[in-house]
């Protein structure tokens, strides 16, 4: 067997390793917690410790799709260290099994550091570990095997070659056998761990009280009729998601609970259907990420169904001092926002459990989650939300502070050309140049354009759903 044959066999039999580690792990995990499992807590682990720059470089540059890249970046180093494991352990042993157990402590940690984790997490990931070191030897030594039957003496050719045969057999029947064995095992354990499926059923089923307080019509003129400009109501399938979960949260809404603590006369708890059997309002507000860039598309507009939390915080009754607000996820996220803008009479910030009609969709923070018309989503918007933390910003920071970034973040005013598209060529005569544009809580008032340096010239504007929302507008460009 020539030496680049057994570097192919032998990298074959690091990544066969550590699917096994996976598969192992994610099988653990169901009964652990479902959440335990090590890549998903790796990949949150990375999203926590990169330079705020890397995250918005990702996301400027990917969009929606950052976890996407992230997923897969990560599996390509897992390939590559599983590989380069299995080389070293024919090679140089026990200098594969050493790394993959050093790829298993950082692993190990990622998981047991969670925000929601505790000591069992890291049972999974140890003996996922444990096992994956077991099939790393055993696939080695039969590839050792193999190898010592191909170097056999020219004068014992005729048993050498049954030999060759046997050992050859052996090796490959281990390999192909674990390989298999661990995928089937580790997707059927993965898709159990993900629970989306269960909780969506429960999602799908059930059915939101009308509003006490419904939202107003949409004005006839809200929406102009220009192609490509972008629909006055986002759909929940194509309202961009940014958040740091790799692993959406699949919450039991008959378990969730919401607490209300910290600087307050009364702490507060409340259930799902508590929440539900409140005067629930309707609003509309557009949402927005602060990495959008210009033009970009992180950005929507639905109509929300939720309490207004500055109910449940008036009725916890914040004290004097208090002004700042930290919201928590399930999964440890946190967000700090300004108390008087979640008091203000004249601000439908709510606890949201509906969007456009539908229970929340999962990913966007199923059963409630928090919206705040006029701040950027990463000190208002918290997904999945369990917990308020009535404070002081001089006495805590959130997640994006943490990263140096500024602690309230009112919205700025902004717009967005939709038509004509960038580098589009388009035909001599006139030509719509349309958009959307908006300042949350502020409104907008008029919209200009300007072509190549020439005046400003005023747009047309669609009504206004309400200062919360943004407004399209289109000129009619003579293309000469």
């Not at 390509?76 to 157990?101: D, Y």
């Not at 946190?334 to 990913?363: C, H, K």
Request: glycine share 8%.
């Amino acid at each position: 067997m020539t030496g680049g044959r057994v570097s192919l066999w032998s990298s074959l039999a690091g990544l066969v390793s550590a699917v096994t580690t996976l598969a192992v792990a994610e099988v653990i995990a169901v009964f652990v917690a479902p959440a335990a499992g090590p890549l998903f807590a790796v990949g949150s682990f990375v999203i926590d410790i990169v330079p705020p720059f890397v995250k918005s470089t990702v996301i400027a540059l990917f969009g929606t799709a950052d976890k996407v890249v992230l997923l897969a970046s990560l599996g390509l180093l897992v390939a590559i260290l599983a590989a380069l494991a299995g080389i070293l352990e024919f090679r140089k042993p026990p200098f594969g099994v050493v790394l993959l157990a050093a790829v298993g402590l950082i692993a190990t940690v990622a998981v047991a550091t969670r925000a929601e984790a505790n000591l069992a997490w890291a049972i999974p990931t140890v003996v996922g570990v444990v096992v994956g070191i077991v099939i790393l030897r055993l696939t080695i030594s039969r590839l050792h095997d193999w190898a010592d039957a191909s170097r056999s003496t020219v004068a014992q050719v005729t048993s050498s070659h049954s030999r060759v045969a046997v050992n050859r057999r052996g090796f490959l029947t281990v390999l192909i056998g674990v390989a298999a064995a661990s995928t089937v095992i580790g997707l059927g354990a993965r898709a159990i761990n993900a629970g989306t499926a269960a909780v969506n059923a429960v999602r799908e089923a059930l059915t939101l009280p009308k509003p006490a307080v419904a939202a107003s019509a949409v004005p006839a003129g809200a929406s102009l009729p220009v192609p490509g400009i972008s629909p006055i109501i986002s759909s929940n399938a194509d309202f961009y998601r940014i958040d740091t979960a790799l692993q959406v949260p699949s919450i039991d809404a008959s378990t969730w609970k919401l607490k209300i603590t910290g600087m307050v006369e009364s702490e507060i708890e409340i259930g799902f259907d508590e929440l539900l059997a409140l005067p629930l309002i309707e609003t509309y507000a557009t949402l927005m990420c602060v990495s959008n860039e210009v033009g970009g598309n992180l950005i929507g507009n639905a109509k929300w169904l939720g309490y207004p939390i500055r109910e449940l915080l008036k009725k916890a009754k914040p004290t004097a001092g208090a002004d700042m607000v930290l919201s928590s996820s399930i999964d440890g996220w946190t967000a700090s926002s300004p108390l008087d803008v979640l008091l203000d009479e004249q601000r439908d910030a709510i606890f949201a459990v509906g969007m456009n009609g539908d229970p929340l969709p999962i990913e966007h923070g199923f059963p409630v989650r928090m919206v705040v018309p006029g701040l950027y989503g990463y000190v208002s918007a918290t997904k999945w939300v369990v917990a308020l933390n009535v404070t002081r910003f001089a006495d805590q920071t959130a997640y994006w502070t943490d990263r140096g970034w500024s602690a309230q973040g009112p919205i700025k005013t902004s717009s967005r050309i939709d038509v004509p598209r960038a580098s589009t060529k388009v035909d001599a005569g006139t030509v719509a140049i349309a958009g959307v544009a908006w300042a949350q809580h502020t409104g907008i008032d008029g919209v200009e354009v300007r072509i190549d340096g020439g005046q400003w010239q005023p747009a047309k504007l669609a009504d206004a759903i309400s200062k919360d929302t943004w407004r399209q507008w289109s000129y009619e460009w003579d293309a000469a």
